[in-house]
């Protein structure tokens, strides 16, 4: 099939964007299953351990944030992240990553307003929009006896 | 046998809530810090309604692992709350259900920051 080079950018254009698009979902895939996968292999041996279910959920929360910070600092989370991307992003251990990495970058700037600051500057907004979704939640469960 | 299916599940339902944000960012350019507030949003809308819950039972920690779970249990801690205390549950469960993430996730960024130099942009 012979074809001009233009016509060749044309097709190259239309196939891939969507190629990509299914790529970065497969590792998006991977890559957040394995974190789960990870997470709940900690759930179970904190319960073979003897801890309560809300004790076990609550220390896997704990250890992913510890361990995806330390990753972060070793500056080994953001190398998984550039093909994990949302498979990164969006577990907790993205959470914790997006508190590590605007903190080192802005640590020149001091300790108050660099890193201090700069460590909410994605995780302020997660925790403003979903505490006060959380409490008005409440407050309809409340007002409309729904608890 | 059941223990890998309890891992598959984890790992299958952990995999397509990631997708659904690989989605968003290829499809729609929201930003990372969208992205993430959305998911914690429609984790505590999801908890409200009570549909998050089964998901929690079937896929255990491919549920509350993505940040979607995180607003779940800001969302399950406020009803317990209310249900405990009241009124003032409301302002108090979310936050002390959720209360050794957030803990975490400050202390540690922060001793980590501080312990750490910044790394190339390469």
Do not use: W
């Amino acid at each position: 099939m012979k074809m001009t080079a233009s016509e060749y950018d044309r097709l190259n254009k239309q196939v891939s964007p969507n190629s990509s698009v299914v790529k970065n979902c497969i590792f998006a895939f991977l890559i957040g299953g394995l974190i789960c996968t990870i997470g709940e292999f900690l759930t179970n041996s904190f319960l073979h351990m003897g801890m309560l279910q809300r004790e076990a959920a609550a220390l896997t929360s704990v250890s992913l944030i510890f361990i995806a910070a330390l990753l972060t600092g070793l500056n080994v989370y953001d190398n998984i992240a550039k093909f994990g991307g949302a498979g990164t992003l969006v577990p907790i251990t993205g959470f914790s990553n997006s508190i590590v990495a605007p903190a080192l970058e802005f640590k020149s700037e001091g300790f108050v307003l660099g890193l201090g600051a700069k460590m909410f500057i994605i995780a302020g907004p997660v925790l403003v929009y979903g505490i006060t979704s959380s409490v008005v939640y409440g407050v309809i469960a409340f007002l409309f006896k729904l608890y | 046998m059941e223990t890998f299916m309890e891992y598959l599940k984890a790992f299958v339902v952990g995999g397509l809530i990631c997708v659904v944000g690989q989605i968003l960012i290829d499809k729609t350019k929201l930003t990372p810090a969208r992205i993430l507030v959305s998911f914690v949003v429609a984790g505590v809308v999801l908890g409200a309604l009570g549909l998050y819950e089964p998901l929690v039972e079937f896929a255990g920690a491919g549920a509350t692992v993505p940040l979607t779970g995180f607003g779940y249990l800001l969302s399950k801690g406020a009803l317990e709350g209310v249900r405990e205390i009241g009124l003032m549950g409301a302002l108090t469960g979310g936050i002390t259900a959720a209360a050794a993430g957030i803990g975490a996730a400050v202390v540690f960024g922060f001793l980590i920051s501080l312990i750490f130099k910044p790394g190339d942009k390469s």
